[in-house]
T-cell receptor, first 112, second 118 residues
Framework: DAKTTQPNSMESNEEEPVHLPCNHS???????IHWYRQLPSQGPEYVIH???SNVNNRMASLAIAEDRKSSTLILHRATLRDAAVYYC?????????????FGKGITLSVRP | GAVVSQHPSWVICKSGTSVKIECRSL??????MFWYRQFPKQSLMLMAT?????????EQGVEKDKFLINHASLTLSTLTVTSAHPEDSSFYIC??????????????FGPGTRLTVL
């Protein structure tokens, strides 16, 4: 499994953009980069994933470095509800049937 | 989107008893489900892969005789913690592959079951 490195924590102000980085320098050429988040006392939820191109959905944007050794999850306008632990996870295929290896993640705090 | 439920959401039991946790895919079928465990302030650790109609695959270091997994139907997997001890107290979470409304294949996680063994 590819190792990931994320800062332990980040803080943001409400309604401001947040950029959450992740290094995955040992990622294989076929692994997708998945982001999940876990709100307090809940199971994780899918946020976004991508392979090479940047991706956008209603929750966030994912910017993937050209060499794929790092990626950044972008929350365009943070809300209090976005306070959670965010995990970046390299996984084979689309991740649906893959075993997901969770690292420590990054704890995002959002200030009102 | 797809929904995965778990029952119970929390349970307190005495040391030495067995506890069964259910994981259901509510509006889709799942031939594979995953079971994770999460201790306080730590990340999720995969325990086993549950396969419908066949034996579960356990991760290294997970005792298969202690954590019994049964995936008897396409919508239900159960995890039984046998002879539970205080060190088994944890947050148990299951997941199942599904498809989002945007037609993205991903994993859906249940809300978790908090087990406290006295």
């Amino acid at each position: 499994d590819a190792k990931t490195t994320q800062p332990n924590s980040m803080e943001s102000n409400e309604e401001e953009p947040v950029h959450l980085p992740c290094n995955h320098s040992t990622i294989s050429g076929t692994d997708y980069i998945h982001w999940y988040r876990q709100l307090p006392s809940q199971g994780p939820e899918y946020v976004i994933h991508g392979l090479t191109s940047n991706v956008n959905n209603r929750m966030a944007s994912l910017a993937i470095a050209e060499d794929r050794k790092s990626s950044t999850l972008i929350l365009h306008r943070a809300t209090l509800r976005d306070a959670a632990v965010y995990y970046c996870i390299p996984a084979s295929d689309t991740g649906a049937n893959s075993k997901l290896t969770f690292g420590k993640g990054i704890t995002l705090s959002v200030r009102p | 989107g797809a929904v995965v439920s778990q029952h119970p959401s929390w349970v307190i039991c005495k040391s030495g008893t067995s506890v069964k946790i259910e994981c259901r895919s509510l509006d889709f079928q799942a031939t594979t489900m995953f079971w994770y465990r999460q201790f306080p302030k730590q990340s999720l650790m995969l325990m086993a892969t549950s396969n419908e109609g066949s034996k579960a695959t356990y991760e290294q270091g997970v005792e298969k005789d202690k954590f019994l997994i049964n995936h008897a139907s396409l919508t239900l997997s159960t995890l039984t913690v046998t002879s539970a001890h205080p060190e088994d107290s944890s947050f148990y979470i299951c997941s199942a592959p599904g498809r989002t409304s945007g037609r993205t294949d991903t994993q859906y996680f249940g809300p978790g079951t908090r087990l406290t063994v006295l």
